[in-house]
């Protein structure tokens, strides 16, 4: 079996000169992208299988249960948010508290509480915590502080004149949402948004600032935050957080600027600016929430405006998302048992440590890294730590009290128990079974602190991964997949660290150089792709640099590995391709997506990872095999001369 969709192929276009509309053209022109989502393709009904499958799952957990088990609390949960006539009953009932808590606010130390308090119910603080591994001892949890604060999808939406829309229909916005909760001066509470958010937003790091992991490590003392930052009360934000001072005695300062830039708004900017801010803020955050009015505004702006969706997404299929983003786990459990089989663990075990082998091969045979650079990263490539599936153990939500009356009060208590949780964590050894994603997550990631490359159940699946298939498709998918995340161990950010997590360098002068050097012929070729159907956006090659690392490591990488398993790439053809053909050819079915433009518009500015159609061809003009396997020659559009061909790893 194949597993290749010859019918939404388009034989009118040659893989030498387009490869992604080769393999996928006849579906790109017939598509049609669901009213409700900004894309289509296989990623998606991956998605959208794996959402049905939890619904299942959720809608057969008995909803009169006992409420302090896992079953009840997601019944419960996802009864609360499928109430419609009682949450429409309660109109703004839920903010009124918020808001008349936000009216008292008279001076700035009482403006730090507040922002304490959104911390603690996760409604856009000005302050993000998050725990990782520590940079300096990868052994311990350490806690972080990050710039927030803002409400449009990034720093330059305020500042640049190609996002002048979108700042107008955001105004437009925050006026309509503030006369919906009952604010007579509107359209001055917008203004007052409008001003403090883009005074926030010119103290933010921008989208390739924060790729530097070096310049994001800056640990400082509950001491050093109160000098970095004068007029910003700790004590009060701490206080109005519920955090005991001691849990944060040391803290990892991400951006250390933005904590400066706040602290001095916190100080000078005009306190009725903080209260329409945190009005804003409240509002937004529950929105979701709330009645039907608060919901269809959050959606036209959200969803709508920004990401070209033409209806919201029905009812259940948002209460799934709230359940899986509270109880995520409880639901995996489930999800495992049901969509996992032991032989698709084994078969990847089988792939990883065949990529794993393939890397270490070419690290071994790099022209480019002296040996003692080659030695580390070789010891960093010994040390990586595969996660397939589901974890070994689950997390516990005891604490974590559900009502079925509530919906509300349910979003307020699962924030404030994910802030305990982290706060919990918090200078404590690292837990090596613990998982950032669920197991029906569609996705896959590599860890550069923890050097883990995790790959959920809910991706292991076709066209991705099929047990059925020929190697050539399964490793030009998911191998490649594979390959992709054990890059990231070796990308512009994941290099900066050792085979234990420890952000140190480990590189001899010279390999760094080198390695800059071609990850710089790899940023000038992306930068300036322009996407189909996408006018005033381009690829910004330096966000992306990562992700196209990895994916130019993923392809080569699985190709030998490839042939390491026995592939021949002038072998039996199936259908009229060669295993060499189809090996490709399982890659470009694999980036198989349709995207709304304006999603495409969001992806271009603020998502390191490259759109589509780039993911497949401007990988494959670097691969000396993909010229062998279709004959590419320098009259195909995808020739690249060979001295501008890039081979990193």
Known sequence: MTAISFEHSDPAVRPQDDLFRHVNGTWLANAQIAPDRSAAGNFIDLVDQAERDVRIIIEEQPVDGDPTTDSGKVAALYASFMDEDRIQALGTEPLRPILASIDQLAEPSDVARHLGWSLRHGLSPLVHFSEDADP????????????????????????????????????????????????????????????????????HWDVVRRR??????????????????????????????????????????????????????????????????????????????????????????????????????????????????????????LYVERHFTPSAKEAMDALVANLLAAYRNS?????????????????????????????????????????????????????????????????????????????????????????????????????????????????????????????????????????????????????????????????????????EGVEGASVNGKLTVGENIGDLGGLGIAYKAWLLAGGDPDGEQIDGLTPAQRFFTGWAQAWRTKRRPEALKVQLGTDPHSPDEFRCNQIVRNLDAFYEAFGVTEDDALWLDEQDRVTIW
């Open 136 to 203: 300096g001892e990868p052994s311990r949890y350490a806690l972080f502080a990050m710039q927030g604060g803002l409400g449009l999808p990034d720093e330059a939406y305020y500042r640049l004149d190609d996002h002048a829309d979108v700042r107008d229909a955001y105004r437009s916005h925050l006026r309509r949402v503030f006369e919906l909760a009952g604010l007579t001066d509107a359209e001055d509470q917008a203004d007052a948004v409008m001003k403090l958010e883009t005074a926030i937003a010119s103290h």
């Open 363 to 531: 690290i071994e045979e790099l022209s480019w890294m002296t040996d003692e650079t080659r030695e580390e990263a070789l010891q960093k490539l010994s040390a990586f730590t595969p996660k397939i599936g589901y974890p070994s153990k689950w997390r516990d939500y005891t604490a974590l009290s559900v009502s079925r009356d509530d919906l509300v009060g349910n979003v307020l208590a699962a924030n404030s128990f994910e802030l305990d949780y982290t706060l919990s964590k918090a200078g404590g050894p690292i837990d090596r079974e613990e998982w950032g994603m669920f197991p029906q997550t569609v996705n896959a990631y590599y860890h550069p602190l923890r050097n883990e490359i995790v790959f959920p159940a809910a991706i292991l699946q076709p066209p991705f991964f099929n047990a059925d298939a020929d190697d050539a498709v399964n490793y030009g998918a998911i191998g490649a997949v594979i390959g992709h995340e054990i890059g990231h161990g070796f990308d512009d950010k994941g290099s900066t660290c050792d085979g234990e997590g420890r952000l140190r360098d480990w590189w001899q002068p010279a390999d760094r150089e080198a390695f800059e050097g071609l990850a710089e012929s790899l940023v000038q070729q992306y930068d300036g792709l322009v996407p």
């Open 212 to 333: 530097d992991l070096r310049a994001m490590y800056n640990p400082m003392t509950l001491a050093d935050l109160r000098d970095l930052s004068p007029g910003f009360d700790w004590d009060a934000y701490l206080d109005g957080a519920a955090i005991p001072h001691d849990k944060v005695a040391e803290v990892i300062v991400a951006q250390p600027s933005f904590l400066e830039g706040a602290a001095s708004l916190l100080k000078d900017a005009p306190l009725e600016q903080w209260r329409s801010w945190a009005r804003w803020k409240a509002i937004a955050g529950l929105s979701p929430y709330l009645s039907a009015e608060f919901v269809e505004a959050s959606f036209d702006f959200y969803e709508k405006t920004l990401r070209g969706n033409e209806e919201q997404r029905p009812r259940w299929k948002r209460g799934v998302a709230l359940v899986e983003g509270v109880l995520g786990e409880a639901i995996g459990k």
